[in-house]
């Protein structure tokens, strides 16, 4: 996931204000949800979000995670792959097809 | 971000259930959220988290974030490279240097 | 749970701006994970929180609480008290003292 | 709010699994996020949520909650109405009647 690119924009960015004493774990599972709540509160009151705001807390959630998975050196695009297999299994295409409902309610 | 790998195997699962009627731009949000603060419950206690349950759990943030990228028609390396310029102007280095202040408070 | 006083104060409120039209179950729940995350990012980067901030975001997150509790008709005591005894037999005293972990770990 | 009757209740049962060590403000913060989001989850794919389940939930937060209250030493009725005032001067009923915008966009 998250290209060279961006990766190593956000580590120079990060270096330059001497803030990885900050990013520890779990201080950044706190960020990336208070970042998705304020993702959340673009659909507060109804469904029309403004899309520049929208993209613009996308983009706060995705930055944490980034920041999150070079911390634990791990690689987001491994990371989505191997999870896609377990909910694979856990929710059949036969059965899960249409439903919305949990994969313990199916 | 996100490589073309990993947006086509979500696409892949996605159409397999006909899911995609679920995932408006709201209810991706919500996910979002949810999922959000299950990776924060690796951290409810104490910052000593389970390694695999954070990778599980980062990975389903990740995967939401990915499908509400697509479903904007957004690419998730701009969108971070864009908003990080953004930041960049309101937390100068000089000022923001070893601090965890926001902004309005530098 | 909250007081008559309060419940009439938040009720003549809403009626006042002719705002109970926004106050569906599902607004309330998303309203309350928005101010819940308010009140985590007065612990963000560390514990030391400001006092009157925390204060503050505790009190919107229990606004909305009460809003959805009478939305929904239910007493807040009652549904505390009734949830406390579920707990408690989930937790048994002699299994769960001194330990932070999981029902299902103990 | 919180009657005398729930905080003592909370009180003992905290006491008899000696887990006041556990409830720092900090992560009594992240409790409360963690069950929002569990309540926001009755709501992820639709609003027809199960009322159960919504009751369930919103207990969780509201015992959370009432449990940082305790440890802030503030009374819940106090906090509400001091914090509706404050509310009341930023969305004057004339300009806020019927509108779901945020104070600095009314």
Redesign the interface.
């Known amino acids: 996931?998250?290209?060279e690119?961006?990766r190593s924009?956000?580590a120079e960015?990060i270096a330059?204000?001497?803030?990885s004493?900050?990013h520890?774990?779990?201080?950044l599972?706190?960020?990336?949800?208070?970042?998705?709540?304020?993702?959340?509160?673009?659909?507060?009151?109804?469904?029309d979000?403004d899309?520049a705001a929208?993209?613009?807390e996308?983009?706060?959630?995705?930055?944490y995670?980034?920041i999150?998975?070079e911390r634990?050196g791990?690689d987001?695009?491994t990371?989505?792959?191997?999870?896609?297999e377990?909910?694979?299994a856990k929710?059949p295409?036969d059965k899960?097809?249409?439903r919305?409902d949990k994969y313990d309610a199916l």
Chains 1, 2, 3, 4 share one sequence.
């Open positions: 996931m998250t290209s690119q961006v924009a956000l960015f330059e204000r001497d803030w004493q900050f520890s774990p779990a201080n599972a706190k960020s990336i949800a208070i970042e998705a709540a304020e993702l959340l509160e673009c659909f507060q009151w109804n469904d979000a899309d929208v993209r613009s996308l983009a706060d959630v995705v930055t995670c980034t999150l998975a634990l791990v987001l695009d990371l989505v792959l191997d999870k896609l377990v909910t694979r929710y295409a899960a097809r249409g919305s």
